[in-house]
């Protein structure tokens, strides 16, 4: 079996390097993708090799003496991620650079490598492309351990685990940079970490944070880095803190995997104070980017690993300030290297010009495991793997990282300090004090405070919008009341709010146009008691004080829709009292209803009561050429109640079919729409007005209600024209006629006024008030101030009456004499009933008719309104059927001698 197993792993390995070639370089040297990459640092036999990059050795470096290195050359070789796409590339390259500067710096004038026996060694660094995989980096090392004196691990515990055991097979030693896990070192006296126990990262932040007053810590964790977090609960127990839960992530998650975390730790009944984070350094930007997703923050943030790393400040940006990490070493420390006394602050600077890269306490650790390498050499004063291998486990190595003592496990015991980005991106050290060169802030800003900071118009320097960032984000602004704080985060701003012109109605126009309202009322209310308690009285009764009451009631329907005209608000929305903007959410505002109950009570209340106003008149105009067609034919047609009612009906319902249609298809609705807009989009002006969401039906309908009310008056105007030489009761349908032709005036005149005056609120609701007082007031004047004048100062009115119905009764005679003849004229033969018809219409076209107004109103009132006619006793009274309905076809005076020889003269023929 154990043939078996050497045959297999002597195939693999045979397979596996017959795709590895090596190329020697002083410098990196390009290679193909998955062979291996080979990069040897050498020491030229005793030449300088470098500070810095060759290209920038000066002459003076040059000239310098040589060094002798009689004691040989050391090798130390290791398996590294050396293509920039390799998973650990960032970190094993701060590694690598870490190596190369403190090898060059032991090689060069005047220590000339490390020291043994009174002999010099120079320092060989071969450096092994491993693809980032543990496989690679095993097979590598047993193939160059007969080659190498010293191994140095790469990243990670896993692979360096795999290297630790082929050195500890060879008798070699082996340091490892970057690898905590007790594994690696485990009864292997040979092997050696630099990196801090996992246990020491949390020693300094717990204390510290508690100190600040946190109370409850929620922890997140991956893999390697996860034993970091592990110390959590013991430490947090120690300092009366609570660990509120745990969240051990799968490997590499991201951003996806984090937000169902940080939104429930956002939520109110868990909101820790400190979150600590144990991931690797790809985890770290895609934790930040979850808690930006859901725009929350814990009052301290700590990273294990990243703080101080340039790919994290790369990738977050000004997000990483305030972060606290747990970190081995910052460039602030007070450290020297024992082998070249560099400081911290010394290597920093020397590594940021030699590498390009920001100084982590990786490259600091780089150079720590050559320092410590070299110095437990010359130490132990041997190259042997016993005596190398007790120094290192006895001693105590000062190094720019800090002093390195390594525990029995062959682990370092170095406490950690604690760090914290400041707002200027710089880390500083913030814990223990002894070493603090700065204070922590906590708790560390919100998102919103540090935008407005950093990103937003509030924080901009002699801006149109400055102001001072707040503690939650906000621009706090001088007490201008002009000035308003807007926005939160990166939109904080301190804006000038301008006074909107709302462009309401003129306080004194609106009291005009509610004069003029009251003044209508007034006059209707007047005149519906004026006709009720003289509604006996002939002047009343002839002209039917229904009808007068109608009117009247009509006009004062049509005088109250300026009330709503008058009614205007703000906008439909809540808006914002500092600013003018309207609510995003559309929370109606508290007046809304009413206003829109105001848009479409002016249609209503202009409509009808201008169909009811209308109706009557029309209704009697209407009356008036019914009357007057049948007194043509000498025809005694009675023109009933229902015959007039039924036109008041109709136009009535009709307009409000119309309008309820459009009220419920497309009612109007108050609106305010915003004209002209500050550059930063704050209203200036406004306009309020009733618009309908469906505009285009709601303009059918007003074009509707426009086209029907305005047929109605033609066609009543047309009647007028028609029925104008016939004379009635106290000229009543001359004053019909003119208050229908008054109401065309004001339409033709007002309806464009105020379409040219709509822009303008203010002369719009006073174009529109005047002309429905006009026309309604016009109304009233033309129909009732006649009646009043000749019922209360007209001495001869009764005489008038009295006059005008005598004629009428003779009329009523005549036709009644007529039609009496024309029942005989029926009995003859048909030859002498032509002649006779002929006759008979010569006759009745001769002679015009005169009408009185009792008789035009008979058919329309009860019989209490209507007075008995007066009749003339010198008059026969034919022998006829009586006349029980009083319709009244009169013959004007002048020709009624003409009219009676004529029918004198008709009846002889016949007989």
Not at 5 to 20: K, V
Not at 102 to 119: A, E, L
Not at 211 to 236: D, F, H, N, W
């Amino acid at each position: 079996m154990k043939l078996l197993t050497t045959a297999l792993t002597t195939t693999l390995l045979s397979l596996l390097f017959s795709t590895i070639f090596v190329v020697d370089a002083q410098h990196y040297t390009e290679g193909a993708r998955r062979n291996t990459l080979i990069l040897t640092r050498t020491a030229d036999d005793g030449a300088i090799t470098s500070l810095l990059d060759p290209v920038n050795i000066t002459e003076e470096e040059r000239t310098q003496e040589a060094c002798e290195f009689d004691g040989g050359l050391l090798t130390i070789g290791h398996p590294m991620d050396l293509h920039p796409a390799d998973k650990w590339f960032s970190i094993c390259n701060l590694f690598q650079k870490g190596y190369e500067l403190m090898i060059d710096s032991i090689n060069s004038f005047p220590r000339c490598g490390v020291h043994v026996q009174g002999k010099n060694y120079g320092l060989i660094l071969k450096s092994y492309e491993s693809d980032g995989s543990k496989w690679k980096a095993a097979a590598i090392a047993k193939s160059i351990e007969s080659t190498t004196d010293f191994f140095l691990a790469p990243y990670t515990s896993s692979i360096s685990n795999e290297i630790s055991a082929v050195a500890h097979d060879a008798k070699k030693i082996m340091i490892a940079p970057g690898s905590y896990f007790t594994y690696v070192y485990e009864n292997r006296p040979g092997s050696f970490g630099v990196l801090p126990l996992p246990e020491q990262y949390l020693k300094q932040v717990i204390p510290m944070l508690a100190k600040a007053g946190a109370r409850t810590v929620q922890t997140v964790y991956e893999g390697g880095p996860g034993k970091q977090c592990e110390s959590a609960r013991i430490l947090t127990d120690e300092y009366n803190m609570i660990i509120q839960a745990e969240h051990q992530m799968e490997a590499d998650p991201k951003m996806i995997d984090f937000l169902p975390i940080a939104y429930n730790m956002s939520q109110a009944d868990q909101n820790p104070d400190v979150v600590i984070t144990c991931t690797y350094d790809a985890a770290c930007s895609e934790w930040i980017s979850a808690l930006r997703n859901i725009s929350w923050s814990p009052k301290a943030q700590v990273f294990s690993i990243c703080i101080g790393m340039e790919t994290f400040a790369e990738q977050v940006g000004t997000d990483a300030e305030y972060m606290i990490g747990s970190s081995p070493w910052d460039r602030s420390l007070k450290t020297t290297d024992a082998i070249n006394g560099w400081s911290s602050e010394y290597f920093a600077e020397l590594f940021e010009s030699y590498s390009g890269r920001d100084a982590a306490y990786h490259a600091a650790i780089g150079q720590a495991t050559v320092s410590v390498l070299a110095q437990a050499i010359e130490l132990s004063n041997s190259l042997s793997y016993e005596n190398v291998s007790e120094a290192l486990s006895t001693g105590e190595f000062n190094t720019v990282f800090g002093k390195v003592i390594f525990d029995k496990n062959g682990q370092n015991e170095m406490n950690l300090i604690a760090t914290q980005y400041n707002n200027n991106m710089s880390v500083n050290v913030i814990y223990p004090p002894e070493l603090a060169d700065a204070s922590i802030v906590y708790p560390m800003p919100t998102w919103n405070e540090r935008d407005c900071n950093k990103l937003s118009p509030c924080n901009e320097v002699g801006g149109a919008y400055t102001g001072i960032c707040s503690k939650d984000g906000t621009c706090l602004c001088d007490d201008d009341e002009t000035q308003y704080s807007y926005g939160t985060g990166i939109t904080a701003a301190c804006h000038y709010i301008p006074n909107e012109d709302m462009t309401y109605m003129s306080t004194g126009i609106k009291i005009v146009g509610y004069i003029l309202c009251t003044i209508q009322c007034i006059v209707s209310i007047f005149f519906i008691g004026w006709t009720f308690y003289y509604r006996s009285h002939k002047v009343v009764s002839l002209s039917q004080p229904l009808f007068l009451v109608l009117v009247a009631f009509g006009c004062l329907v049509m005088s109250l829709s300026i009330i709503p005209l008058a009614v205007e608000g703000d906008y439909r929305v809540e808006q914002d009292p500092d600013t003018g903007l309207l609510s995003s959410d559309d929370i109606p505002a508290d007046d809304v209803k009413g206003l829109d109950i105001a848009c479409m009570a002016f249609p209503w209340l202009i409509a009808m009561g201008f169909g009811i106003t209308f109706s009557a008149l029309f209704a009697k105009i209407v009356r008036i050429k019914k009357i007057m067609n049948n007194a043509r034919r000498f025809s005694r047609t009675k023109v009933e109640v229902k015959d007039v009612i039924s036109i008041m009906v109709s136009i009535i319902l009709v307009e409000a079919i119309i309008l309820f249609t459009w009220q419920f298809v497309a009612p109007l609705r108050w609106d305010r729409v915003v004209v002209v807009t500050s550059d930063l989009g704050y209203p200036v002006q406004s306009v309020g007005m009733c618009s309908s969401e469906n505009q285009p039906a709601s303009m059918i309908f007003v074009i509707v209600l426009f086209v029907l009310n305005l047929g109605c008056i033609l066609t009543a105007v047309v009647f007028c024209f028609i029925t104008r030489d016939i004379k009635s009761t106290l000229n009543e349908g001359m004053w019909i006629a003119a208050a229908i032709v008054s109401i065309l005036q004001i339409l033709v005149v007002a309806v464009p006024i105020a379409i040219i005056a709509s822009e303008n609120t203010s002369a719009s609701f006073f174009v529109t008030s005047a002309a429905v007082f006009i026309m309604s007031m016009a109304v009233t004047i033309f129909i009732f101030v006649p009646k009043f004048y000749n019922l209360h100062y007209n001495e001869n009115v009764n005489e008038m009456i009295s006059s005008h119905l005598r004629r009428s009764s003779r009329g009523r005679r005549m036709v009644s004499s007529m039609e009496g003849s024309r029942r005989a004229a029926s009995m003859k033969n048909s030859a002498g009933n032509s002649v006779r018809s002929t006759d008979s219409s010569g006759t009745k076209r001769k002679y015009g008719l005169y009408l009185s107004e009792a008789d035009m109103n008979r058919s329309f009132v009860s019989s209490e309104f209507m007075p008995n006619a007066v009749e003339d006793d010198n008059v026969e009274k034919p022998a006829l059927e009586k006349d029980d309905d009083d319709d009244d076809d009169i013959v004007k005076p002048k020709e009624e001698q003409d009219y009676t020889k004529g029918l004198n003269d008709e009846k002889k023929e016949t007989n």
